[in-house]
């Protein structure tokens, strides 16, 4: 560390140094944790299903700040509003990624079916690498009326399958958070 270099030239004043040196080291620690604390979300332990509406548009994450971030767990949602289509993206764990390799070395379609089954349960899954992050990350669309997404408004679990890779994504604080971006997203009745 600098503040730790401290030069002994006389041998004399070597313990006073060295003393100095333990001081001055001790203080560049605290000052350091006090730094770490003090840029630590206040309401780190907070996290859960949060709304963060846009002038025409909204977003769902899992996330421990009340003001939109770069703090949004995987997967999040985001939606036009009133447009009744929603994508997902999220992190594609080891599994997902293997079975998407198999798909495109077998010439395969990368269609994933919802879960649970209904109509219109069926959507195509792209998959892209995130420089940022340093992580897979997948994508897909799905109407916002579908089986699959009253589940999820019920339970905070989003089920898919990838061929015989089943993903299950699952966050349960917060879910009254999932009804309303869904809400927000949803084609008004006619």
Same mark, same amino acid.
């Given at each position: 560390?600098?503040?730790?270099?401290?030069?002994?030239?006389?041998?004399?004043?070597?313990?006073?140094?060295?003393?100095?040196?333990?001081?001055?080291?001790?203080?560049?620690? $605290?000052?350091?944790?006090? =730094?770490?604390? !003090? &840029?630590?979300?206040?309401?780190? /332990? +907070?996290?859960?299903?949060?709304? %963060?509406?846009? $002038?025409?548009?909204?977003? =769902?994450?899992? !996330? &421990?700040?009340?003001?939109?971030? /770069? +703090?949004?767990?995987?997967?999040? %949602?985001?939606?036009?509003?009133?447009?009744?289509?929603?994508?997902?993206?999220?992190?594609?764990?080891? /599994?997902?990624?293997?079975?998407?390799?198999?798909?495109?070395?077998?010439?395969?379609?990368?269609?994933?079916?919802l879960l649970p089954?209904?109509?219109?349960?069926?959507?195509?899954?792209?998959?892209?690498?995130?420089?940022?992050?340093?992580?897979?990350?997948?994508?897909?669309?799905?109407?916002?009326?579908?089986?699959?997404?009253?589940?999820?408004?019920?339970?905070?679990?989003?089920?898919?399958?990838?061929?015989?890779?089943?993903?299950?994504?699952?966050?349960?604080?917060?879910?009254?958070?999932?009804?309303?971006?869904?809400?927000?997203?949803?084609?008004?009745?006619?």
């Open positions: 560390m600098i503040c730790c270099e401290v030069s002994t030239t006389a041998g004399f004043l070597s313990p006073l140094l060295g003393r100095m040196r333990n001081t001055a080291c001790r203080c560049c620690y $605290a000052a350091l944790g006090v =730094l770490t604390i !003090s &840029s630590m979300p206040s309401n780190a /332990d +907070d996290r859960r299903w949060r709304v %963060f509406e846009q $002038a025409d548009g909204a977003i =769902l994450a899992v !996330s &421990s700040t009340v003001e939109a971030s /770069d +703090d949004l767990g995987s997967p999040f %949602f985001r939606c036009q509003k009133k447009s009744d289509r929603i994508e997902v993206q999220g992190t594609a764990n080891q /599994d997902l990624r293997n079975t998407m390799a198999d798909l495109i070395r077998s010439g395969g379609y990368p269609s994933i079916s089954e209904g109509p219109l349960n069926s959507t195509v899954l792209d998959l892209s690498y995130s420089e940022m992050g340093g992580d897979w990350d997948y994508k897909f669309d799905l109407q916002a009326n579908v089986p699959a997404i009253h589940e999820f408004r019920r339970t905070g679990r989003l089920e898919f399958k990838l061929g015989p890779t089943l993903v299950r994504e699952e966050f349960k604080i917060g879910v009254e958070s999932i009804g309303r971006f869904i809400d927000l997203c949803k084609r008004p009745p006619k």
